[in-house]
Nanobody, 116 residues
Framework: QVQLVESGGGLVQPGGSLRLSCAASGFTFSSYAMSWNRQAPGKERELVAAISDGGGVTHYADSMKGRFTISRDNAKNTMYLQMNSLKPEDTAVYYC?????????WGQGTQVTVSS
């Protein structure tokens, strides 16, 4: 059974940091590219960052460049998102996904709230 389980969300003050994790099971993690996406209330889901199957190639949405860092540990079947300098507009549910040419899997999401 395929599972993607996000963790690490929570309430943080503006300027603070959080580290999200996405633990994968039920498929060959190292064969899938991965990404973090987010959805704020009333808005469409958007890409935050993506990473290749081997971890050597990364991509960030413009508003996240320099603040967020995506990484993965294929030995632990886990992907991470380090988020620094958080802003209120980063408030959203953050989802991880795993994808290849034929398949896409989604996690259930973790809430990140940036507020004073």
């Amino acid at each position: 059974q395929v599972q993607l389980v996000e963790s690490g969300g929570g309430l943080v003050q503006p300027g603070g940091s959080l580290r999200l994790s996405c633990a994968a099971s039920g498929f060959t993690f190292s064969s899938y590219a991965m990404s973090w996406n987010r959805q704020a209330p009333g808005k469409e889901r958007e890409l935050v960052a993506a990473i290749s199957d081997g971890g050597g190639v990364t991509h960030y949405a413009d508003s996240m460049k320099g603040r967020f860092t995506i990484s993965r540990d294929n030995a632990k079947n886990t992907m991470y998102l380090q988020m620094n300098s958080l802003k209120p507009e980063d408030t959203a549910v953050y989802y991880c996904n795993a994808h290849n040419k034929m398949t896409i899997y989604w996690g259930q999401g973790t809430q990140v709230t940036v507020s004073s």
